[in-house]
């Protein structure tokens, strides 16, 4: 049997000099390149020169030491006669042991002046092309790229009398394509910076844009932070201010959840998210008189659009939670919805385009700093999604699920009639929760969700948050209601505020009632028990949608004190007979779907 080789050629030289003594005491021919051949050899260890078996010596300042048909034919032959004939008519002998680790890439380009020519230097060439054929052919060569690998490699050789077994090996080769792998990661991402970010200029830009910079991850101390795609062209682009990591977000889950919903429903549809949960969602229906008061769109000078209703409804659902929302519209933005959301408190909007003229109302919200991004609708994302969790890559198939009107046919109650308008109803809600931080669960009525109660643990919290949220927003509509008598001045986030705490009922005292009692033209009088009890009894036909079955029926009866009529959630209790009991005492409709939509 001839004599093992092995090719050393490291940039970090840890634990070298015992690991190639280690080699040679076993009877190990020793190759090296460059500075690790110089090293060796100087401390007394006998190693030839790669350019002895090459015949070909260094060339281009150190660029090209290993890149030779000698040494790669002698790392990639196969224990099989074929390729042992080609070595042999070549004259090459087989590698069996390759150690190699990279030019320090990272460290280079974190050094505050570092120049792009500084970090091309860095780039390993023939490194990495040794690292891949060696950890290629690991069914008989073992590629050692870590230092802290060299004592256990010793050990398993000695005991294994030259062979350190397949499963060493195969554990050395993933740890070799881990490198390179993380390796060009790097690489890629420092020249994506270069070369491919949205804050360069048109002439720095080497194509389309890849990456952007933000201004912070998710709170101001974690920096630095970017969004970027590894393929292609990032799919939206800042025409107006610049994004955060939580307005991107809810900027992508809230456009992908409007995206579903025109498509499901062939309406425009806007959504207005807050962490990374919808407040509100809906449809473009048209508002009648009495939801234009409750909306606080009665008063605009420009007629209301299918896309401005929806997104009047969006806003409104839950005012207090929409308190600066980031904004998602299915369809280009068009005057009347630019003028909405001119008046609210919000931290951007995603749209797959703008009028002129709702472009030139949007930039001058937040003097300028209005984030305004305009997203492809043509932009279909990877299958597969992956997200790290304390250090840990976790990874899914993209929830792909189609929610349309198939979904609800296996009504299981006695009342089976479920008219067209509440088959809308559940699209919206049962959407609304395939993008909404699970528990959850959410109510909606004309097109539009009314109540969404999101990331409870507990079932029943997530059905009474929704349906407090539904009386709160049906208690808006009541006439009371409508006829507070505000001061001139008040602004619309002060009037959201102050109805909220009288619809609620909240007891005010001290400085606070004082200042709620300001801003009205007299003394206000309180809604009473009976009539609030009288007022939600007007209120029927409500969809209810939850994303995972209803555990007891204790939530179909907290869902019919808030008017819902229909019902939608997964079976799979061990109390839907129960469940659908409950139902069919309120003469709910009730439709078992066969698909849980948590989503976090």
Same mark, same amino acid.
């Given at each position: 049997?001839?004599?093992?080789?092995?090719?050393?050629?490291?940039?970090?030289?840890?634990?070298?000099?015992?690991?190639?003594?280690?080699?040679?005491?076993?009877?190990?021919?020793?190759?090296?390149?460059?500075?690790?051949?110089?090293?060796?050899?100087?401390?007394?260890?006998?190693?030839?020169?790669?350019?002895?078996?090459?015949?070909?010596?260094?060339?281009?300042?150190?660029?090209?030491?290993?890149?030779?048909?000698?040494?790669?034919?002698?790392?990639?032959?196969?224990?099989?006669?074929?390729?042992?004939?080609?070595?042999?008519?070549?004259?090459?002998?087989?590698?069996?042991?390759?150690?190699?680790?990279?030019?320090?890439?990272?460290?280079?380009?974190?050094?505050?002046?570092?120049?792009?020519?500084?970090?091309?230097?860095?780039?390993?060439?023939?490194?990495?092309?040794?690292?891949?054929?060696?950890?290629?052919?690991?069914?008989?060569?073992?590629?050692?790229?870590?230092?802290?690998?060299?004592?256990?490699?010793?050990?398993?050789?000695?005991?294994?009398?030259?062979?350190?077994?397949?499963?060493?090996?195969?554990?050395?080769?993933?740890?070799?394509?881990?490198?390179?792998?993380?390796?060009?990661?790097?690489?890629?991402?420092?020249?994506?910076?270069?070369?491919?970010?949205?804050?360069?200029?048109?002439?720095?830009?080497?194509?389309?844009?890849?990456?952007?910079?933000?201004?912070?991850?998710?709170?101001?101390?974690?920096?630095?932070?970017?969004?970027?795609?590894?393929?292609?062209?990032?799919?939206?682009?800042?025409?107006?201010?610049?994004?955060?990591?939580?307005?991107?977000?809810?900027?992508?889950?809230?456009?992908?959840?409007?995206?579903?919903?025109?498509?499901?429903?062939?309406?425009?549809?806007?959504?207005?998210?807050? $962490?990374?949960?919808?407040?509100?969602?809906?449809?473009?229906?048209?508002?009648?008189? @009495?939801?234009?008061?409750?909306?606080?769109?009665?008063?605009?000078?420009?007629?209301? @659009?299918?896309?401005?209703?929806?997104?009047?409804?969006?806003?409104?659902?839950?005012?207090?939670?929409?308190?600066?929302?980031?904004?998602?519209?299915?369809?280009?933005?068009?005057?009347?919805?630019?003028?909405?959301?001119?008046?609210?408190?919000?931290?951007?909007?995603?749209?797959?385009?703008?009028?002129?003229?709702?472009?030139?109302?949007?930039?001058?919200?937040?003097?300028?700093?209005?984030?305004?991004?305009?997203?492809?609708?043509?932009?279909?994302?990877?299958?597969?999604?992956?997200?790290?969790?304390?250090?840990?890559?976790?990874?899914?198939?993209?929830?792909?699920?189609?929610?349309?009107?198939?979904?609800?046919?296996?009504?299981?109650?006695?009342?089976?009639?479920?008219?067209?308008?509440?088959?809308?109803?559940?699209?919206?809600?049962?959407?609304?929760?395939?993008?909404?931080?699970?528990?959850?669960?959410?109510?909606?009525?004309?097109?539009?969700?009314?109540?969404?109660?999101?990331?409870?643990?507990?079932?029943?919290?997530?059905?009474?948050?929704?349906?407090?949220?539904?009386?709160?927003?049906?208690?808006? +509509?009541?006439?009371?209601?409508?006829?507070?008598?505000?001061?001139?001045?008040?602004?619309?986030?002060?009037?959201?505020?102050?109805?909220?705490?009288?619809?609620?009922?909240?007891?005010?005292?001290?400085?606070?009632? %004082?200042?709620?009692?300001?801003?009205?033209?007299?003394?206000? %009088?309180?809604?009473?028990?009976?009539?609030?009890?009288?007022?939600?009894?007007?209120?029927?036909?409500?969809?209810?949608?939850?994303?995972?079955?209803?555990?007891?029926?204790?939530?179909? $009866?907290?869902?019919?004190?808030?008017?819902?009529?229909?019902?939608?959630?997964?079976?799979?209790?061990?109390?839907?007979?129960?469940?659908?009991?409950?139902?069919?005492? +309120?003469?709910?409709?009730?439709?078992?779907?066969?698909?849980?939509?948590?989503?976090?």
């Amino acid at each position: 049997m001839s004599q093992p080789i092995a090719l050393l050629s490291v940039y970090d030289k840890a634990n070298l000099l015992e690991f190639a003594k280690g080699l040679h005491d076993a009877g190990v021919r020793l190759l090296g390149s460059g500075g690790t051949a110089k090293k060796i050899r100087e401390s007394g260890i006998p190693i030839e020169d790669v350019s002895d078996i090459t015949k070909a010596p260094e060339m281009l300042g150190g660029r090209v030491k290993t890149l030779h048909p000698v040494v790669h034919g002698g790392i990639l032959a196969r224990s099989i006669p074929s390729d042992e004939q080609d070595l042999k008519a070549q004259n090459i002998s087989p590698i069996s042991i390759v150690v190699c680790n990279l030019y320090p890439f990272t460290e280079t380009i974190s050094k505050p002046n570092c120049t792009v020519a500084d970090a091309v230097e860095e780039v390993d060439i023939g490194g990495v092309t040794l690292l891949r054929a060696a950890a290629k052919n690991h069914a008989r060569v073992s590629v050692l790229s870590d230092p802290s690998d060299y004592k256990e490699f010793l050990d398993a050789w000695a005991q294994g009398k030259g062979d350190v077994g397949q499963a060493f090996r195969n554990k050395l080769a993933l740890k070799a394509f881990e490198m390179t792998a993380k390796y060009d990661e790097a690489i890629s991402g420092y020249f994506r910076e270069k070369y491919a970010s949205a804050e360069l200029s048109a002439d720095e830009l080497a194509g389309d844009v890849q990456r952007m910079a933000l201004r912070y991850g998710a709170n101001p101390h974690q920096k630095p932070a970017q969004a970027f795609v590894t393929e292609g062209k990032l799919p939206f682009k800042a025409l107006c201010g610049s994004p955060g990591y939580i307005n991107l977000l809810d900027a992508l889950n809230s456009y992908a959840l409007v995206k579903e919903l025109q498509d499901a429903l062939d309406l425009p549809a806007a959504a207005s998210f807050k $962490h990374v949960s919808p407040a509100g969602a809906a449809v473009g229906i048209e508002l009648n008189e @009495t939801e234009k008061k409750v909306y606080g769109v009665d008063d605009l000078k420009e007629p209301l @659009t299918p896309l401005a209703s929806a997104y009047a409804r969006a806003r409104g659902a839950d005012r207090m939670s929409s308190f600066g929302d980031f904004v998602a519209l299915s369809a280009p933005c068009d005057l009347a919805t630019a003028r909405i959301i001119s008046r609210e408190v919000s931290d951007g909007i995603i749209a797959p385009g703008y009028s002129a003229e709702a472009l030139e109302v949007l930039s001058k919200k937040k003097g300028g700093k209005y984030c305004v991004l305009e997203i492809d609708p043509s932009y279909v994302p990877p299958r597969v999604e992956t997200k790290q969790v304390y250090g840990i890559h976790l990874q899914q198939n993209r929830n792909d699920a189609k929610i349309d009107a198939k979904l609800f046919d296996n009504v299981v109650t006695k009342n089976k009639e479920l008219p067209s308008e509440a088959i809308t109803d559940l699209i919206v809600a049962t959407l609304a929760l395939k993008y909404t931080q699970s528990n959850s669960v959410a109510y909606a009525y004309h097109g539009s969700i009314i109540g969404i109660g999101a990331g409870q643990q507990s079932r029943i919290h997530c059905t009474r948050l929704a349906g407090g949220k539904a009386d709160l927003w049906w208690l808006r +509509h009541h006439p009371q209601v409508l006829a507070l008598p505000f001061k001139k001045g008040v602004k619309r986030a002060e009037k959201a505020n102050a109805i909220d705490l009288f619809v609620s009922g909240e007891e005010l005292e001290g400085g606070e009632k %004082e200042h709620w009692e300001s801003l009205f033209e007299g003394p206000i %009088e309180p809604l009473t028990q009976a009539q609030r009890k009288e007022w939600a009894a007007k209120l029927d036909g409500v969809t209810c949608s939850s994303d995972a079955f209803f555990p007891f029926p204790d939530n179909v $009866h907290r869902a019919r004190k808030s008017g819902v009529k229909y019902l939608a959630a997964p079976s799979g209790s061990v109390m839907d007979a129960e469940c659908i009991k409950a139902a069919d005492e +309120h003469n709910i409709v009730f439709a078992h779907t066969n698909l849980r939509l948590f989503h976090h």
